[in-house]
């Protein structure tokens, strides 16, 4: 709607996961190079948290799309609401692919371990990513993850067969510390910290230039900082508010958003009215 008007090459805050829109900040590609470490090293788990909107997903994508071919197949979770015996049907079928046949649990576990000898013997690593993983504890999912990286760890020259990656909000770093043995297998633990102001005019600055345009031929300076202290440094929130006060700034047939813009966008149209 207003990439013309701001000669944009298309929408720069959009929440999607295109490689242009990553942008390299410190506490991200630290997690990057956590993860990376427990994965090349064949570790058996890893944690990675924040809040919402900061970006995991980001982290796990531009992890997973750098990682080596020996480094395969990666299955990704995204909705674990299930019990235990569905969750490790799903994750098996996610790597072996799915069975033909009705099997029972133990079926899938025998199908998981002769997978991972196969894997070995290609000289591969499997990696599986749960998204949302704060919401294992809920359906007691936690324990039977534990167990589950139990399998193959005997065959493997490294510390695991395969490594799990838990993704999820700062819950759960509390929830995987009560679980002792699961919290000893844990090589790294990752936390995404928000943005100073310096690091949201240089995402901000990022995604513009990614879409062919500079900063200050949209946002003034005081712009950017009324975006800061009104997103909080959350990545997430700081796409909602640019691509809102661009909006406004169109319809209103502005040559640049100034701090007033991005105040008043933020009251009517960001932020949720009081019931």
Not at 5 to 17: A, D
Not at 46 to 75: W, Y
Not at 210 to 225: I, K, Q, S
Request: net charge negative.
């Amino acid at each position: 709607m207003y990439e013309n008007h701001w000669n944009l090459t298309r929408r720069p805050f959009e929440n999607c996961l295109q490689h242009e829109s990553y942008y390299p900040s410190e506490t991200h590609q630290a997690a990057v190079l956590k993860l990376r470490y427990a994965i090349e090293y064949r570790r058996a788990a890893a944690i990675l948290c924040g809040q919402s909107g900061m970006g995991k997903t980001l982290v796990v994508d531009a992890l997973t799309r750098d990682l080596n071919d020996e480094f395969h197949p990666v299955c990704h979770v995204v909705f674990p609401y299930m019990n235990g015996e569905q969750m490790v049907r799903y994750v098996v079928d996610g790597v072996t692919g799915p069975s033909d046949t009705a099997t029972e649990p133990a079926s899938d576990l025998q199908r998981f371990q002769h997978f991972l000898q196969q894997n070995l013997e290609s000289n591969q690593h499997a990696v599986i990513v749960i998204d949302e993983a704060h919401l294992l504890e809920e359906n007691e999912l936690l324990e039977p993850l534990r167990l589950l990286l139990n399998v193959g760890a005997n065959q493997a020259e490294g510390e695991s067969a395969w490594t799990l990656v838990l993704s999820g909000h700062p819950i759960l770093l509390s929830h995987v510390e009560r679980n002792q043995p699961l919290d000893e297998r844990m090589s790294v633990k990752c936390m995404l910290n928000r943005f100073v102001a310096e690091e949201t005019t240089a995402y901000i600055e990022h995604r513009l230039r990614a879409c062919g345009v500079n900063t200050a031929e949209v946002f003034d300076y005081p712009a950017l900082d009324a975006i800061h202290l009104l997103t909080e440094g959350i990545p997430r929130r700081i796409n909602r508010l640019c691509d809102l006060a661009m909006m406004v700034g169109y319809a209103e047939d502005r040559d640049l958003i100034t701090a007033e813009v991005v105040e008043n966008v933020q009251t009517e149209l960001a932020a949720p009215r009081a019931a």
